[in-house]
Nanobody, 122 residues
């Protein structure tokens, strides 16, 4: 089992930046894909970005390309999501996810965190 704990959410204004963290525990995630998803009120959960822990390969949703950056810290077993130029439409609960099966970066994740709220005011 992998446990994921997100942190770093909050209330910011449009144009501001925020960094989310996802700390993984329980087992090594060195051969996992790690991802961030988000779910806005009344909408389905959507993929945001993912990273292969072993290779560092990343995959971004078009809506966040150029504004969001995913990274990992091997020593801390933590994945980060740096969010710049935030927009009101980025408002959502952000979830960290992990998987060690399949080649897809955007679906079939097995482990999920509890989520952290990000609110962007206009």
């Amino acid at each position: 089992q992998v446990q994921l704990v997100e942190s770093g959410g909050g209330l910011v204004q449009a144009g501001d930046s925020l960094r989310l963290s996802c700390a993984a525990s329980g087992r090594s995630v060195s051969n996992y894909k790690m991802a961030w998803f988000r779910q806005a009120p009344g909408k389905e959960r959507e993929f945001v970005v993912a990273i292969s822990w072993s290779t560092g390969t990343t995959y971004y949703a078009d809506s966040v390309k150029g504004r969001f950056t995913i990274s990992r810290d091997n020593a801390k077993n933590t994945v980060y999501l740096q969010m710049n130029s935030l927009k009101p439409e980025d408002t959502a609960v952000y979830y960290c996810a992990a998987k060690n099966r399949g080649s897809s970066y955007t679906r079939e994740y097995d482990y999920w965190g509890q989520g952290t709220q990000v609110t962007v005011s206009s």
